[in-house]
């Protein structure tokens, strides 16, 4: 660092201008000794060693889905969690990190190298890849072409279908809209994931009125209409009264045909003589009565569900995602011959759409919380737990932080630095957060001052986007699975066979007639990250 650089610094300190990153500290001080670590390594082999297969088949699948978790958001979600229990936050682990298998995913879709959160559904759900924001459907069928997709031998049945075909009960618990695109991935069949409602899909030729939007899908043909629970958000799309509008993700979709399919959904409900529950905030849904309840319909956002940042934490206000998979999971495992799950967090992505990691890391760790509840619920001897994502974003944590700096923070300098400037920790190479001008060489904006870690700060980004323009990344994402056969992950994988290892572990679908041995294995997962 140069005498000036140094000097400007200690002035900008003195006065104020620059507040210092606030720096946690390690929990433990016995990380400066060898033994330390040679002991962590000892017992981590233990470990290993001891982790049983449990090869036994798996009654109930449950799919957890961090939209947009690459293995960056992961570990600053981590560190981030730390931060928040007042220590370094590097030392330490998310759930999920724990369980004793994982591998990658390569993501790629047909047609592109970077994909979308619609194909890599189809290709994580079905087993097959299909192009770029299509869902339910092969490569055969590309972006808008209405007439392919209606073609059988075109559409794909996903672990959704292969669950109810094989007597199992099946659920959704998304933040997102239900009509999104990850959950529409289980039930639709589509060559475009905007056609969410009948008003998206107007005008485009083709023989376009021939396709029924995604919304309709779910509520009027199978496998939609035999979900047992439906929970996320959506309730433009569906036609129901609105309560007010959102700022963040994606826009709705305003149905224009006055079709009001929660009324449509209720009505077949009662056709069928079957109990049904409709909640529209928190104190609804925990009200249901998941024992004598056939099918649950809550719909929590006029498009998307609130980030946690934001959310009402009132009886009147929006569910937490943990209350939400609570009640999923004491409706379905009811059922003798158990169940498939869909959870997605799905706001993650949007908060990294924003370049907002202050709402996509707090999304992330609201996850996590889910994923804990759900472990209580279950038993891992009978039920596979997957934990994924289906793309990353393009944020990278950067610089030479020092050891517990506030991942929301900023590296003050450093003499690889040529202006002098501080910038964030977390940094996109995309995105709204671009800023820079010219005055006879490139100056960017300086943070001196600037509460960045404020959850709607937008990180500074190399290419500029329109705002929530920042785009997927196209590396591998990990996933981490426990429970019956989980040990099936253990390499680089087709992200198509996420969906072949979840219907393997419960002999549905393409594997129904599989046999294996049953063995009793005690539960593979403990948790070590308190």
């Known amino acids: 660092m140069t005498a000036f650089r140094l000097t400007v610094l200690i002035s900008l300190f003195t006065h104020g201008w620059i507040q210092a990153e606030r720096v946690y500290p390690s929990p433990k001080e016995c990380e400066n000794d060898s033994e330390y670590w040679m002991k962590l390594g000892e017992d981590e082999i233990k470990e290993a060693l001891a982790q049983p297969r449990i090869n036994r088949f798996a009654k109930n699948v449950i799919l957890f889905l961090g939209d947009g978790m690459g293995i960056t958001a992961v570990t600053a979600g981590r560190i981030l969690k730390g931060q928040k229990r007042g220590f370094a936050g ?169 079709k009001n399919l929660v009324d449509d959904w209720k009505s077949c409900r009662k056709n069928e003589g079957k109990t049904y529950s409709y909640a529209t905030s928190t104190g609804e849904l925990l009200a249901v009565d998941t024992e004598n309840t056939d099918f649950i319909l809550g719909l929590f956002g006029d498009v998307h569900v609130p980030y946690e940042v934001d959310r009402d934490n009132s009886s009147k206000g929006t569910p937490h995602i943990k209350e939400m998979v609570e009640v999923a999971i004491r409706r379905l495992r009811r059922h003798d011959k158990g169940f498939f799950l869909l959870v997605e967090g799905g706001r993650i992505d949007h908060g990294f759409h924003y370049s907002k990691p202050k709402r996509a890391l707090e999304e992330l760790l609201a996850f996590e919380e889910a994923l804990e509840k759900a472990l209580e619920l279950v038993d891992l001897k009978e039920t596979l737990v997957v934990v994924t994502a289906d793309h990353s974003h393009v944020m990278t944590i950067n610089g030479y932080p020092e050891r517990g700096n506030n991942i929301l923070g900023l590296i003050e300098t450093s003499e690889d630095v040529s202006d002098g400037l501080p910038y964030t920790t977390l940094m996109f190479t995309n995105g709204p957060g671009y800023n820079f001008t010219w005055n006879d060489k490139v100056q960017r904006r300086n943070l001196t001052g600037v509460n960045t870690g404020h959850k709607d700060f937008v990180s500074p980004s190399g290419v500029p986007t329109r705002e929530g323009g920042e785009t997927h990344g196209g590396e591998d994402v990990a996933v981490y699975a426990s429970g019956p056969m989980a040990h099936l992950f253990h390499r680089v994988h087709e992200q198509t066979y996420v969906a072949h290892v979840m219907g393997y572990a419960a002999c549905i679908g393409p594997y129904d007639g599989c046999v294996r041995s049953v063995r009793d294995r005690s539960n593979a997962y403990t948790t070590l990250c308190d």
């Open 90 to 258: 590097e030392e330490g682990y998310l759930t999920w990190e724990r369980f004793p298998n994982i591998g990658l995913l390569k993501t790629y879709s047909l047609d592109k190298q970077v994909p979308d959160s619609a194909a890599t559904a189809t290709a994580f759900l079905s087993g097959v890849k299909g192009n770029f924001r299509t869902l339910g459907v092969n490569g055969r069928v590309k972006l808008n072409d209405c007439k392919a997709s209606l073609k059988e031998k075109n559409r794909v049945k996903t672990i959704l279908e292969w669950a109810q075909e094989s007597g199992k009960e099946t659920g959704l618990v998304t933040t997102t809209q239900v009509t999104h695109a990850t959950p529409a991935a289980l039930y639709a069949k589509t060559p475009s994931r905007k056609w969410q409602c009948d008003t998206r899909m107007k005008g485009l030729g083709g023989g376009t009125e021939s396709c029924k939007d995604i919304a309709r899908q779910l509520v009027e043909d199978e496998p939609g209409r035999n979900i047992k629970v439906i929970m996320g958000g959506g309730r433009q799309e569906m036609g129901s009264p609105l309560a007010k509008g959102e700022k963040e993700g994606e826009g709705g979709c305003p149905r224009g045909d006055g």
